[in-house]
């Protein structure tokens, strides 16, 4: 079965640091996709970087970069430059691909990030 | 395009009732994804509906059921309400088209308090 751990329930960063959230997922599967959404505090969530499990290059999508380590099964998000507006949760997902009737997105338990000014 | 659109915003209901929450996806999108959000639990899969078929289904009892519609509109309805069924109810919509990076495109979900 798949799963998704996500190790850190909170953190703090200072404005314009980088920051690291931590994800690591397990899945049978050899085709699979890696997102990554935040969920700032008005509830919606908002996609931001998707990495596909036979991807040769860390996918980026501007300040933020996905560090894909597939033999290590993790999946870590990188911001860099952090601002104010990052604060949020941060939630790691997987999908096992091609389709199938049980392909279904699941989420971990999220992060939650706050900026220092 | 409109994004998916999640009503209504906020419900407060008691104990034994049933609750109805409605989710109008992207233009175009086949399937639709309902997810519970709890602090304690965080997002938790309900199911998925795809073709007015459902799909997938998360481990909820049968009070949770859903259903949708041919124009891609769902519903969601939780009978028997009860105090743990207090959450922020999700809904994702996307095409289904096999992309292998399609994801899911969320609403505001749902805020349900039981009482």
């Not at chain 1, 909170?10 to 404005?15: L, N, W, Y």
């Not at chain 1, 690591?24 to 596909?52: A, C, H, N, R, V």
């Not at chain 2, 949770?64 to 994702?92: H, I």
Request: aromatic share 12%; hydrophobic share 30%.
């Amino acid at each position: 079965a798949q799963k998704i751990t996500q190790t850190q329930p909170g953190m703090f960063v200072q404005e314009k640091e980088a920051v690291t959230l931590d994800c690591t997922y397990d899945t049978s599967d050899p085709s699979y996709g890696l997102f990554w959404y935040k969920q700032p505090s008005s509830g919606e969530m908002i996609f931001l970087i998707y990495q596909g499990s036979y991807d040769q290059q860390n996918a980026t999508e501007g300040r933020y970069s996905l560090n894909f380590q597939k033999a290590r099964k993790s999946a870590n998000l990188v911001i860099s430059a952090s601002q104010l507006g990052d604060s949020a949760m941060y939630f790691c997902a997987m999908r096992e691909v091609p389709y199938s009737s049980a392909s279904k997105i699941i989420f971990g338990s999220g992060t939650r990030l706050s900026i220092r000014p | 395009k409109a994004g998916v659109t999640q009503t209504p915003r906020y419900l407060i209901k008691t104990r034994g009732q049933q609750v109805t929450l409605s989710c109008s996806p992207i233009s175009g999108h086949r399937s639709v994804s309902w997810y519970q959000q709890t602090p304690g639990q965080g997002l938790q899969f309900l199911f998925e509906y795809f073709s007015e078929t459902q799909r997938n289904k998360g481990n909820f009892p049968g009070r949770f059921s859903g259903r949708q519609f041919s124009n891609s509109r769902s519903e969601m309805n939780v009978s028997t309400l009860e105090l743990g069924d207090s959450a922020l109810y999700l809904c994702a919509s996307r095409p289904r088209d096999g992309a292998t990076n399609e994801k899911l495109f969320f609403g505001s979900g749902t805020q349900l308090s039981v009482l």
